[in-house]
Every structure is written in C-alpha cells, then in structure tokens.
C-alpha cells in the first residue's frame, strides 16, 4: 500500500512538473506574428514614487486582422499589470488567416 501510495505522489508530482514546465506555444503555424504597432506603457505614478521596475507578461489574443481581442496578464508586479494590458490592448500585428496568441513581455523601469 505505501509503495503505491509512493508512487502516486511521485506520479502526481512528475505531472506538476510537466505543466509547470512545458512551453506555452502560439496558435499560429511557425513563428509568431510580427508586431507592426507597438504603444509604449503609462509607467504609474504609484511605481514612479516605489521606484518600481520589472517585467509583465502578457498573453495577448489577436484577430485576424491584427487588432487585439483579448488581454490576459500572466505575471508580474500587479501595480504595473494594468499599465501593461491597457498598452497591449493598443498594439497590431500584422494579418494573418486566423487568430493567434501572442506571448509578450512589457518592460518597466523608473526613469
């Protein structure tokens, strides 16, 4: 029973690690798409008076077209989060046949 019991959280830890681990990969067939307009990020005041800097990652969902659907923020400093997906809302990439997920970093630094 304990060596089953072993096993199973060897198992459950072995898959942890494959999810944590494997790549997230676009939707696109080959390399991402090209950025044809990029807005720079407001740095907010709250991160100016902290002296914050850092980087978010966002997961930005593209239409066709090229014009952004949807944003969803997959890490960073949440202060700087919101200045992120409100400027990657704004950006364009070139058209493609469908749409894609485009995995992009927003760099911050005090100025």
Known sequence: M???LRQG???VVVLAAMLFLHP???HTQ???RKLVNRTAPAYPSLARNLALDGVVRV???VAPDGTVKNVDVKGGHPVLAQAAAKAVRNWK???A???SHE???VRFAPE
Do not use: C, F
Request: overall charge negative.
């Open 93 to 95: 990439w070139e058209a």
């Open 24 to 26: 997230v990969h676009s």
């Open 59 to 61: 997961d930005a969902l």
């Open 2 to 4: 304990k060596h089953l």
């Open 103 to 105: 995995l992009v970093e």
């Open 30 to 32: 080959g390399a991402a």
């Open 9 to 11: 959280a060897v198992g």
């Open 97 to 99: 046949p469908r749409e």
